[in-house]
């Protein structure tokens, strides 16, 4: 679509004329969305031909006010006999947002928690194939501690360098599906994926090195031959 081109609007005889494309790409219910005046809008939203009575000329579903922070709506209320809300609240007014963001809430939800059961199954077995050399350890003197204290250091390294080089392959196949899928890149959404990764990858792995502790130093000496 260029500007120019002369759309016409579904099921009705108005014809619309492209004057302008704005810059980012918005949606309503993953479709496209169009800016028109009020009163084209109003004869496609009734579908009456001509002039509009006067009753839909006073009608609209809603109106974008810009106020200070913490200004009073209720005079406004009271004046239009309307409700006030923030922007926030009137996202739940799109077919099937909330159920949507539900949905997609308790996906991520799962699959943090999986993320912890892998990483916390891989760490399990990291732990079980250094049993000897950790047992050496501990007969050479280490304390339980600093074997927990180094474990867990190198759990943070890989935890770290992982997600890193998971996000940017994830920034980069994101950056290409921008402008061909309903897809958007949040500086704040990114980074607290990344730290929520990060602390519930430790979190598993914590649960997966406790296992050092109850490794027998006695094994490097040949105990259980």
Do not use: C, N
């Not at 990291?126 to 049993?131: A, F, G, I, M």
């Not at 090195?209 to 031959?225: E, N, S, W």
Request: proline share 4%.
């Amino acid at each position: 679509m260029e500007v120019g081109d002369v759309l016409t609007a579904d099921k009705s005889e108005v014809r619309l004329k492209v004057v302008g494309l704005v810059d980012d790409t918005v949606s309503y219910g993953h479709i496209g969305v169009a800016y028109t005046d009020l009163d084209t809008w109003r004869h496609l939203h009734y579908g009456l031909p001509g002039e509009l009575p006067e009753a839909a000329l006073r009608q609209a579903t809603a109106v974008a006010l810009t106020l200070e922070d913490g200004a009073d709506t209720s005079a406004v209320e009271e004046t239009t006999a309307t409700r006030a809300d923030t922007k926030e609240t009137t996202f739940g007014a799109s077919p099937g947002y909330t159920a949507e963001s539900s949905t997609m809430a308790l996906i991520k939800g799962f699959l943090y928690a999986i993320s912890a059961l892998v990483i916390g199954a891989f760490f399990t077995v990291w732990t079980v194939q250094r049993k000897p050399e950790i047992a050496l350890l501990k007969a050479l003197g280490a304390p339980t501690g600093y074997i927990l204290r180094d474990a867990l250091v190198q759990v943070v390294a890989v935890l770290v360098g992982a997600t890193a080089l998971g996000t940017a392959i994830g920034l980069a196949l994101g950056s290409a599906m921008i402008g061909k899928a309903p897809f958007s890149l949040s500086a704040p959404v990114i980074a607290t994926s990344s730290g929520l990764l990060i602390a519930f990858g430790v979190v598993g792995a914590v649960v997966a090195v406790r296992r050092i502790t109850a490794v027998d130093p006695l094994t490097a000496l040949g105990a259980t031959r």
